[in-house]
């Protein structure tokens, strides 16, 4: 395995990183001990990055089991904002709840620090000097090495880093966005920006949440459970693209799955892509595809597919400002929408 650096920090992590969403029974694996296997294997293979998440149900407990006398070779990411129940203030990156959450994380991975402790949305209702002084003291207090942010748009990542630094405080060192051969719009300003302040980038969803295993074709039937819940799984534009996808792999022979992963690491902002699988068969897959290197003519191709900087279709669940999201911010009140 090839040993890449977290952005500036100086942890060494695998290009490939153990997401553990479909590790939580809720929605993926709910045999634990299977899952334990899935990540006691990545491990084995060289894989020493683990990100996981409050919100992604009993994964941490998960994870914590599955560590347990292999932390020290472990770094482990988690996240921090998502609703954790019905009271309002168990969500968010205010002072008050990061202080609780990050026990509650702590308690679950059966660990006493966190590697890398990220932002999993940006709450528009919280100061990010708030939000970054908090977790600033808990890198002082050694709970947390390293923060970080995810699904952040650029102009907000720049902010959260002036302010780091006009208030003395602990900065961002990593985002973690969306990225894939159907997702290439963090190419235009997010990894730039992210270059530019030496961060580290964890992407997540280079297999685009299913649509590029080869599973999904046009006008045929797909046993993706997702697909009736997601419509970017539907998404005839986003197939068409698959198809030819599906083609160049078939071309380049090499699996669509392997064709897609490289991909994600190819880039030089990218410092590791995060990989979900389900089960031993899906790692194996992956694991099957480690020395796969994409030549500047595949990449060209790909290039003519979608075009770098571009999107095809939008994730369900990719970001949306306020102001897209809420009508009532984009829009004056009726009396004042008037010249005269």
């Given amino acids: 395995m090839r040993y890449r650096t977290l952005g500036r920090t100086g942890i ?10 479909m590790f939580a029974s809720t929605i993926g694996n709910a045999d634990h001990e299977d899952s334990i296997r899935v990540i006691h294997k990545a491990l084995d293979a060289g894989i020493n990055f683990v990100d996981t998440a409050d919100a992604y149900a009993d994964s941490e407990e998960v994870v914590g089991k599955a560590l347990h006398g292999r932390r020290d070779h472990v770094v482990l990411a988690t996240k921090v904002s998502r609703p954790m129940g019905d009271d309002p203030n168990q969500q968010g990156t205010s002072r008050r709840w990061i202080v609780q959450a990050v026990e509650n994380s702590l308690r679950r991975l059966r660990t006493d620090h966190i590697d890398l402790y990220q932002i999993h949305r940006l709450d528009p209702t919280t100061d990010v000097e708030e939000t970054l002084s908090a977790l600033t003291d808990l890198i002082r207090s050694g709970k947390v090495r390293a923060i970080g942010s995810s699904n952040t748009p650029a102009s907000d990542i720049v902010e959260a880093q002036w302010v780091a630094e006009r208030r003395g405080l602990a900065r961002f060192r990593t985002e973690q ?6 997702n290439r ?21 280079p297999l685009a949440q299913g649509l590029l295993t080869g599973r999904v074709r046009k006008n045929q039937e797909n046993g993706l459970r997702r697909a009736g819940y997601f419509k970017h799984l539907t998404d005839e534009h986003r197939i068409d693209a698959v198809e030819q996808f599906i083609a160049l792999a078939e071309e380049a022979g090499m699996p669509l799955t392997h064709l897609a992963s490289a991909f994600a690491i190819a880039h030089p902002g990218v410092t590791s892509a995060i990989v979900g699988p389900r089960t031993t068969a899906h790692l194996d897959d992956l694991l099957a595809g480690l020395d796969v290197t994409l030549t500047d003519d595949i990449l ?18 990719a970001y949306v400002p306020p102001e897209l999201d809420t009508a009532a911010l984009r829009r004056r009140p009726l009396t004042e929408r008037a010249a005269a």
């Fill in 12 to 21: 060494k992590v695998s290009p490939y990183a153990l997401g553990t969403l």
């Fill in 300 to 317: 060209d191709r790909i290039d003519k597919i979608v075009p770098p900087g571009t999107d095809v279709g939008a994730l369900d669940q």
């Fill in 177 to 182: 966005p969306a990225y894939s051969l159907l």
């Fill in 185 to 205: 719009g963090i190419e235009r300003e997010v990894l730039p920006v992210v270059r530019r302040y030496g961060m580290g980038a964890l992407v997540w969803g």
